[in-house]
């Protein structure tokens, strides 16, 4: 039973335009929400992080959005850049744990 | 360079066999997380330490088990290995116990059970 979901396996996007991914999670008792970014042959690395109490977080060309009603997180890239093509992950904390639940995935590619 | 390592980096074994996988944290950090990701999934917690303690389960099997030294580095056994086992396990590392904010992951070690 995934509890975070992405939905999108692959995205592909123009560099200069947004890129936005999506996910989804089916359990309302998380409280923390991050985006992890992983190139080929490295560990993910950590991009940017969203609380429960919060529905917009932005770092440079990245925001992440959370709506709760919808259980719907979705992080922007704009503008995106060949740089950024990698696989990205969301993940959320369990209320009151220590444990992270990963989605699956979406690899990005930012075409030039 | 997110300051965890891990070793080895590719690790060939048969089923059956038992296999320990090494993770130093980075400087400072008191808790370490093991994941393990099989192919196209995400990455599945398996357990935290934090500072030498258990302090977190995830859907780690019996056939696993884990440790954090008083240096803090970290192992993973893994035993009775099946060619299921064969993923990438990663190791990451963070300051507090909390688990919130960002954890540092290693390059991880790609296991293939034959």
């Known amino acids: 039973d995934q509890q975070v979901k992405q939905n999108s396996p692959s995205l592909s996007v123009q560099e200069g335009r947004i890129s936005i991914l999506n996910c989804d999670y089916t359990?309302?008792?998380?409280?923390?929400f991050l985006w992890y970014k992983k190139y080929p042959a490295e560990g993910p690395t950590f991009l940017i992080s969203i609380s429960s109490i919060k529905d917009k977080n932005e770092d440079g060309r990245f925001t992440v959005f959370l709506n709760k009603s919808a259980k719907h997180l979705s992080l922007h890239i704009v503008p995106s850049q060949p740089g950024d093509s990698a696989v990205y992950f969301c993940?959320?904390?369990?209320?009151?744990?220590?444990?992270?639940?990963f989605g699956t995935g979406t690899r990005l590619k930012v075409l030039a | 360079d997110s300051g965890v390592t891990q070793t080895p980096k590719h690790l060939i074994t048969a089923t059956g066999q038992r296999v320990t996988l090494r993770c130093s944290p980075r400087s400072g950090d008191l808790s370490v997380y093991w994941y393990q990701q099989s192919l196209d999934q995400g990455l599945q917690f398996l357990i935290q330490?934090?500072?030498?303690?258990?302090?977190a389960k995830g859907n780690i099997l019996e056939r696993f088990s884990a440790q954090q030294f008083p240096d803090l580095h970290s192992e993973l056994n893994l035993s009775s290995l099946e060619l299921g086992d064969s993923a990438l396990y990663f190791c990451a590392s963070s300051p507090g116990t909390s688990g919130v904010g960002e954890q540092f992951f290693g390059p991880g070690t790609r296991l293939t059970v034959l």
């Open positions: 359990n309302s008792m998380f409280d923390y």
């Open positions: 330490y934090y500072n030498g303690e258990e302090r």
């Open positions: 993940a959320a904390r369990g209320i009151g744990t220590y444990k992270y639940i």
